[in-house]
């Protein structure tokens, strides 16, 4: 097992030296939007939820388990200015092979005026993009996890067509008590295949990110620490009208301005089984979206949810801007057990 757990890391620990770019000026932005309820309410971003939550694996495609097998998760989220997007996934565990899903992520930006270079109304066009995702797991032991996922890309932006590929690999971990968990994942690792009007290729939003969760043994509380882009330390951005150190990313409050926009905190209240409330923290998107004069809620965000036997559903809201929030539904649904349910 040790020589396993070596290869991982080493595997894990070059590739930052190939990928540098963080978000802003990459293509396919919409594979970072986060779907779940939950995972929406932690403060955008978990790689390390132990459980049987179908929605964690586009997080963390290691956390796909045999706990999932026959489970159905559809997400919907409310976005702004008409934009929805969502994402459907479907499990199936079979003992020897392994763990597999597969689902579908749309983006829809909704429909446009089109008009010619003099501006006359000549009638509208729409705007979307697709990604669908092949999952895979496997346990290397009763603690260690690892899987893949693969993402062929459509995007579709008036006449316009570009397709690529990405692919995430994860690694996960947890005690023989389930109590305390960890995770580590490489995203959006791939290509630009065509591009949309013969343009250079453009680089995929590539990602690292790895994170922590540990439950209360005799309290109902869970804590998780996210820390995202690994692959690079200086988040900030460079403002030539402004002097601020804290903007500007240099001396001391730089670095812990730079640290700290690699956290999202998130945190669980489960008093029962059934039931729980989550709130979340992300540091990052409180800096890059706040208004000075009124900073209000961005970047938190808050939801809960209702278990049951054969549905769970779950309901997160993050905080962005004054302008607005987003809304994120999400349920789960155990097929097998409402097919017999049904039967019955």
Not at 157 to 162: D, F, H, R
Not at 178 to 184: D, F, I, T, V
Not at 237 to 266: C, K, L, Q, W
Not at 292 to 303: D, H, I, L, R, Y
Request: proline share 3%; charged share 15%.
């Amino acid at each position: 097992m040790a020589k396993r757990v070596v290869i991982i890391l080493l595997f894990f620990s070059l590739l930052p030296s190939l990928f540098s770019q963080t978000g802003g000026d990459n293509i396919y932005e919409f594979l970072n939007l986060t779907h779940s309820g939950l995972i929406s309410s932690l403060g955008g971003s978990n790689v390390s939820l132990p459980g049987t939550n179908l929605n964690l694996v586009y997080h963390n495609p290691a956390l796909l388990n045999a706990g999932m097998n026959n489970n159905l998760a559809l997400n919907y989220v409310n976005y702004f200015a008409g934009i929805n997007y969502g994402l459907a996934l479907f499990a199936k565990s079979l003992p020897k092979a392994g763990n597999f899903a597969a689902g579908l992520t749309y983006l829809n930006y909704g429909s446009f005026t089109e008009a010619d270079a003099s501006g006359n109304i000549t009638g509208s066009f729409t705007a979307s993009e697709y990604a669908f995702s092949v999952f895979y797991s496997r346990a290397i032991d009763s603690m260690f996890a690892i899987g893949i996922i693969f993402k062929p890309i459509l995007s579709h932006l008036e006449k316009y067509t570009s397709f690529g590929v990405a692919f995430d690999l994860g690694a996960s971990w947890h005690n023989h008590n389930k109590l305390l968990s960890a995770g580590l994942v490489i995203k959006n690792a791939g290509c630009q295949i065509t591009t949309y009007a013969g343009e250079p290729r453009q680089k995929l939003p590539f990602e690292i990110q790895a994170g922590i969760s540990g439950r209360l043994e005799h309290a109902p509380f869970r804590f998780s620490l996210t820390l995202r882009h690994l692959e690079k330390f200086d988040l900030t951005y460079e403002y030539p009208e402004s002097s601020s150190t804290d903007e500007n990313g240099t001396g001391a409050s730089g670095f812990f301005e730079n640290f700290m926009r690699h956290i999202v905190i998130g945190t669980e209240l489960i008093p029962h089984k059934n039931f729980y409330f989550s709130a979340g923290y992300n540091y990052q998107r409180r800096r890059e979206l706040q208004i000075e004069s009124n900073v209000s809620a961005v970047g938190f965000s808050w939801g809960f949810g209702i278990n049951t036997s054969v549905l769970d559903i779950e309901f997160g809201r993050a905080n962005y801007h004054l302008a607005g929030s987003s809304n994120h539904i999400s349920l789960i649904i155990r097929t097998d057990l409402l097919y017999k349910r049904f039967l019955d």
